[in-house]
């Protein structure tokens, strides 16, 4: 499935009507699909409601597969509130693991369903816009949005 916003598209994977996987699109892959399942439907609606500063998380369901260091990362990525950002250190005291700060940054780059799982939200020690699979300017759209819409609830 595609999903498309402004200038950000999504490749959404759905396996077993669960979603598996997202990836950022080129402009030439970006056509937007019909929706053709609930679940399409759902995923449609909310992130509709997301671009539009009305959702804050996403109610989707969805498998997460990785190693037992990816999974605790990604669930701490979970557990970031809307609109605010920590550190990649800041994730790696919280899992307990204060100096594995570049395996943190490995894992937080190789989520598989980001906006799901806000891996947006993580940012460099000294507050730089660093890495993110989609690229930096999507990541500081993505974080300039959900300040908007924090400001708007």
Same mark, same amino acid.
């Given at each position: 499935?595609?999903?498309?916003?402004?200038?950000?598209?999504?490749? #959404? @994977?759905?396996?077993? *009507?669960?979603? $598996? !996987?997202?990836?950022?699109?080129?402009?030439?892959?970006?056509?937007?699909?019909?929706?053709?399942?609930?679940?399409?439907?759902?995923?449609?609606?909310?992130? !509709? @409601?997301?671009? *539009?500063?009305?959702?804050?998380?996403?109610?989707?369901?969805?498998?997460?597969?990785?190693?037992?260091? =990816?999974?605790? $990362?990604?669930?701490?990525?979970? @557990? #970031?509130?809307?609109? =605010?950002?920590?550190?990649? +250190?800041? /994730?790696?005291?919280? /899992?307990?693991?204060?100096?594995?700060?570049?395996?943190?940054?490995?894992? $937080?780059? +190789?989520?598989?369903?980001?906006? /799901?799982?806000?891996?947006?939200? $993580?940012?460099?020690?000294?507050?730089? /816009?660093?890495?993110?699979?989609? !690229?930096?300017? #999507?990541?500081?759209?993505?974080?300039?949005? *959900?300040?908007?819409? =924090?400001?708007?609830?």
């Amino acid at each position: 499935m595609i999903y498309t916003h402004d200038n950000i598209c999504l490749k #959404i @994977e759905i396996k077993d *009507e669960v979603i $598996v !996987g997202i990836d950022f699109c080129s402009e030439g892959d970006c056509v937007a699909s019909p929706i053709g399942t609930s679940l399409e439907s759902d995923i449609h609606l909310q992130f !509709g @409601e997301y671009f *539009e500063g009305r959702r804050e998380d996403f109610a989707l369901p969805y498998l997460l597969q990785g190693t037992h260091f =990816q999974l605790s $990362v990604w669930q701490a990525l979970e @557990e #970031i509130p809307y609109a =605010q950002t920590v550190s990649y +250190s800041s /994730i790696a005291q919280q /899992i307990g693991n204060p100096k594995a700060v570049r395996a943190v940054g490995g894992a $937080v780059g +190789s989520n598989p369903l980001p906006l /799901i799982i806000p891996c947006h939200r $993580v940012i460099g020690k000294n507050g730089a /816009i660093v890495g993110f699979r989609g !690229g930096t300017d #999507i990541k500081q759209a993505l974080l300039n949005l *959900e300040q908007k819409g =924090q400001a708007h609830s």
